[in-house]
C-alpha cells in the first residue's frame, strides 16, 4: 500500500461501519433520502479515492427541515426548561467523548487531518464547548427598569426585559475543523432555546450527520437538530433565502459572507459571519527566539494551514529575520507529510484537489511576483493533496501571497526596523482575525494590543482559543462572535414590558 495514503485497516468497526452506509439528511429526527437525486461523492484527500456519497439537499428538503426545526421550536424544545437544556447538552458532549475514535477517524478520512487532531480539537474541544455552553441555558435574564417617562405619572408602572430565543438558526458549518465548526454553531442556539437547521461544507458533511444522531440520543427532541447537505450553490443558497429561517451563523469565505449579508438585509435576519483571514505573527528582538521561532512556524502549518487565524503572514525585526526565517523553513524541511490516519504523520493532505490547486496557484502567483521560495512550494507526485510547507521571503505589500487568503501551508516573511512599522505591516491588511506580539516587553505588549487592528490577539503565543473568549474578527473578517456569553446572547431577542399597577 502506498505510505500517503490512509490505511482503512486501522479504522474502528464502528466508523467503518458509517463510512458503509447509504447516508441520508437528518430532518425532524429521521434519516431521509433527498427529494432530487444528486449525490455528491466524498473523496478521501489522501488517496483521491471516493469514500462514499450523501445526498445534495435541494430547495424542498430544505424546507422540511425548517419547517421541522420551526414545530419544534413552537413544541417539544420550548417545554423543556433551561435544566432540561443543559442537562440534554451534558449528555451530548458525554456520547462525543464515548463515541471519540468514530467520530475523530470520520473526521480524518473525510478531512485528511491527522487523528490526534481531529481527536483533539473536533471530539475534545466539541464536548468541552457543550459543556460550557450548556451552562448558560439557566443563566440566561432579563432585567427590571424604572421607567421615567416624563409624560405618565410616577410609580405607578414595572418594567422589565427578557430574552427570548431567537427562533430557528441556519448553521453553516467550513471543511477545516468541521465537527468542531458544527458544535460551535449549535452550542450557543441549543443553549439560547433555538432549534437548528446544519448545513456541513460539501467535502465534509459525515461528522455532522453523525452529530444530529447523537443528538436525539441525548435527549435532544426531534427537530431540534437537523441537518441537510449538499452545496452551497444550491442547498446553502436555499437555506439562507428560507423565509422561516430567523438567524444567519457562517463560517467560511469572506466573499461568501458578503452574499449571505446582501440576502440577510433583504429580511432583515439577523446574522453572524466568521470570515476570512490573514493574521500576521510579529517578532521583536527582544522575543525568546526559542518559543517563538517553533511558535511561527506552527501558527501557519498546524492544520495544514487551513485555519481562519493561521499565522500566515511573519514580520520579523531585521536584527533577528535571518536566524528566524532560517528555524521556521528547517522546521518546515523537518515536517513528516502522510495520512491523517497515520499517527507519524505532521501534516495531512489539503482537503481535496480544488484547494491543493489553489493553493499551489498562489505560490507561483508569488515567484511570479518576485518572491523567493526558501522551502518547500511543491506538490508531491501522488495522488492525494498534499503541497509541502512552504515558506517565501522577499515579499512586498503589495502582492498577492500577502494580500490574500491562501489558506494553505504557506507563509510569507519580511522584515522590519521599528515598532511603528511592524504595525503598519501588521494592519496592512483587509482582514482583521488574529494577530500575535513576540516580545519580553510588557509595555510593548500593552502598545501591540491596542495597535492591532485584530478581533483577537496574543502574546507569545498563536492562535489560542477559549470557550470563554468571545471570537470574531473586523473589517473583513466578519460581523458578530462565536464562543463566549456574547455568542449565547446573540441568539436571543430582547423584548421590553410595561405593566401599569
Known amino acids: 500500500m502506498n505510505a500517503l495514503n490512509n490505511d482503512f485497516n486501522l479504522l474502528g468497526a464502528e466508523a467503518r461501519a458509517f463510512l458503509g452506509q447509504k447516508h441520508g439528511l437528518r430532518i425532524g429526527g429521521r434519516v431521509t433520502p433527498s427529494r432530487g437525486d444528486k449525490q455528491t461523492a466524498m473523496i478521501d484527500p489522501s488517496s483521491g479515492l471516493v469514500v462514499g456519497h450523501v445526498p445534495e439537499a435541494s430547495a424542498a428538503d430544505v424546507d422540511d427541515a425548517v419547517n421541522a426545526a420551526r414545530t419544534a421550536l413552537d413544541g417539544a424544545w420550548a417545554k423543556m426548561r433551561p435544566y432540561e437544556r443543559a442537562h440534554a447538552m451534558s449528555k451530548l458532549a458525554d456520547l462525543l467523548e464515548a463515541n471519540s475514535r468514530e467520530l475523530s477517524e470520520l473526521e480524518s478520512v473525510n478531512s485528511g487531518r491527522l487523528i490526534a487532531a481531529t481527536r483533539i480539537f473536533d471530539v475534545e474541544f466539541s464536548a468541552h464547548t457543550l459543556r460550557y455552553m450548556s451552562g448558560w441555558a439557566t443563566k440566561i435574564e432579563g432585567r427590571t427598569v424604572d421607567i421615567s417617562a416624563p409624560y405618565m405619572p410616577p410609580g405607578e408602572f414595572f418594567s422589565f426585559t427578557q430574552r427570548e430565543p431567537i427562533g430557528v438558526v441556519a448553521g453553516i458549518v467550513p471543511w477545516n475543523v468541521p465537527l468542531c465548526q458544527a458544535v460551535w454553531k449549535l452550542a450557543p442556539a441549543l443553549a439560547a432555546g433555538c432549534t437548528v437547521v446544519l448545513k456541513p461544507a460539501e467535502p465534509t458533511p459525515l461528522t455532522a450527520l453523525r452529530l444530529a444522531d447523537l443528538a436525539l440520543e441525548a435527549g435532544i427532541p426531534e427537530g431540534v437538530v ?33 452574499l449571505i449579508a446582501g440576502h440577510a438585509a433583504t429580511s432583515f435576519k439577523k446574522y453572524n459571519l466568521e470570515l476570512g483571514g490573514k493574521s500576521p505573527v510579529v517578532i521583536m528582538p527582544d522575543a525568546d527566539l526559542d518559543k517563538a521561532i517553533p511558535g511561527a512556524a506552527w501558527a501557519i502549518f498546524g492544520n495544514h494551514g487551513q485555519n481562519c487565524c493561521a499565522g500566515s503572514r511573519l514580520y520579523v525585526h531585521e536584527a533577528v529575520f535571518d536566524k528566524v526565517v532560517e528555524g521556521v523553513a528547517e522546521i518546515a524541511k523537518s515536517i513528516r507529510l502522510g495520512p491523517g490516519l497515520d499517527p507519524a504523520s505532521q501534516m495531512g493532505p489539503l482537503v481535496n484537489k480544488s484547494q491543493q490547486e489553489r493553493v499551489l496557484g498562489y505560490i507561483a502567483s508569488g515567484r511570479a511576483e518576485g518572491a523567493s521560495v526558501l522551502t518547500g512550494g511543491e506538490p508531491l507526485d501522488h495522488a492525494g493533496c498534499y503541497v509541502q510547507p512552504t515558506v517565501l521571503v522577499n515579499t512586498a505589500q503589495n502582492m498577492r501571497v500577502v494580500q490574500e487568503e491562501i489558506f494553505g501551508p504557506v507563509l510569507v516573511a519580511s522584515k522590519f526596523s521599528d515598532e511603528a512599522e511592524a504595525l503598519k505591516y501588521a494592519n496592512d491588511s483587509e482582514y482583521g482575525l488574529g494577530a500575535s506580539i513576540w516580545t519580553r516587553d510588557i509595555s510593548r505588549v500593552h502598545r501591540f494590543i491596542r495597535g492591532f487592528k485584530a478581533g483577537n490577539v496574543w502574546v507569545n503565543v498563536h492562535n489560542v482559543l477559549d470557550t470563554a473568549l468571545p471570537f470574531g474578527g473586523t473589517k473583513n473578517s466578519g460581523v458578530g462572535h462565536d464562543l463566549g456569553e456574547q455568542s449565547v446572547l446573540d441568539h436571543t431577542r430582547i423584548k421590553a414590558a410595561v405593566v401599569s399597577l
Open 226 to 258: 437537523n441537518v441537510v447537505t449538499g452545496s452551497g450553490s444550491v442547498t446553502g443558497a436555499a437555506l439562507v433565502t428560507h423565509r422561516g429561517v430567523d438567524k444567519i451563523s457562517f463560517t467560511g469565505s469572506t466573499a461568501t459572507g458578503k
